[in-house]
């Protein structure tokens, strides 16, 4: 019999339900904008495929109310738990005008949305770490018990904003969770050609805060890892360093040949243990996801994805002299 993790978490089966229907709605809108693209109909995708395990678990053990989060441009699970919508991804896709991203200005993938808390990125990786840090020490200025969660893969925890980050928060113990999702390629690169040490987590020591690596295809064991971090920043014991294992089921990006660097089997090989399928298995053990209640899901995801795509594909451009605003002082 399987054993009941997430109630030892205090997660209800509606919550792991939840999880799990996050988790395939940005399976599915990956999906579609694959198609999207190869029908010329987009420009460029950056997949989260394999990773969304982390991505959501992560999430749930945040305050949406609360906390602040600084994705990285595979987030999207991230962000569809912090209030972005399909159609929101859709119309960034696209390019249009009512993209709340950048009003079509940025490439997918550059997430921000005020009202959600979901922090603007930049194309310049790691950039959005020094910029948690300063969110978590003005909520301290401010007397705001929240937590600022910053992601970014292996390849950028390599970067010197990602250390002065890392340092600052540690030193000033700052409630700033840092979650590495390592998917094994910085996108052509291997991780052993990239960092010496066995695990990014074992950096941690070295600024003196908490690090731990953990399953980044399960979404229970990344939860748990996040809200003990969550827990452990408002209580003023300072930051986390998370390092998520997963692997990246797609080329880099749109615009990527992995066949180039990667074998195919490996790739294969990686699927078996995708996450969208193997958290289903443990809910379909428990009862908890049946034949029924999965194909009421996939059918109301469905209905968005595709209510998404024709809304943002009628959606109009903006007016052409609208990328004059907000370059150069009016």
Known sequence: MTENRHQM????????????????LARK???RMWLLNRAGKIPFVISC???????????????RKVDYVL????????????????KDLMLSGFAKAEDP??????????????????????????????????????????????????TFGEGS??????????????????????????????????????????????RAIGYGMHGETVDGNDPL???????????????????????TISYRLTPHSSDDDDRSYREQNEVAEAKKNDPVLTFAQYLTSLGILTDEKEKEIIDNIMTIVNEATEYAEAAPYADPSHALKYVYAE
């Open 9 to 24: 978490l205090n997660l209800t089966d509606e919550d792991v339900l939840n999880m799990y229907e996050t988790m395939l």
């Open 29 to 31: 809108i990956d999906e």
């Open 49 to 63: 495929q394999g990773q969304e395990a982390a991505q959501v678990g992560a999430a749930f053990a945040l305050d």
């Open 71 to 86: 994705p990285y441009y595979r987030d999207m699970g991230v962000i569809l738990r912090f209030g972005m919508t399909a």
């Open 101 to 150: 991203n950048s009003g079509g200005r940025q490439m997918p993938g550059h997430f921000g949305q005020k009202k959600n808390r979901i922090v603007t990125g930049s194309s310049p990786v790691t950039t959005q770490v020094p910029h948690a840090v300063g969110i978590a020490l003005a909520g301290r200025l401010q007397k705001k018990n929240l937590v600022t969660f910053v």
């Open 157 to 202: 925890s390599n970067q010197g904003d990602f250390h002065e980050g890392a340092n600052f928060a540690a030193v000033h113990k700052l409630p700033v969770i840092f979650m590495c999702e390592n998917n094994k390629y910085a996108i052509s690169v291997p991780y052993d050609k990239q960092v010496a040490c066995e695990k990014i987590s074992d």
């Open 221 to 243: 064991e990344v939860y748990r890892a996040v809200k003990e971090a969550a827990d452990r920043g408002r209580r003023g014991e300072g930051p986390t360093l998370i390092e």
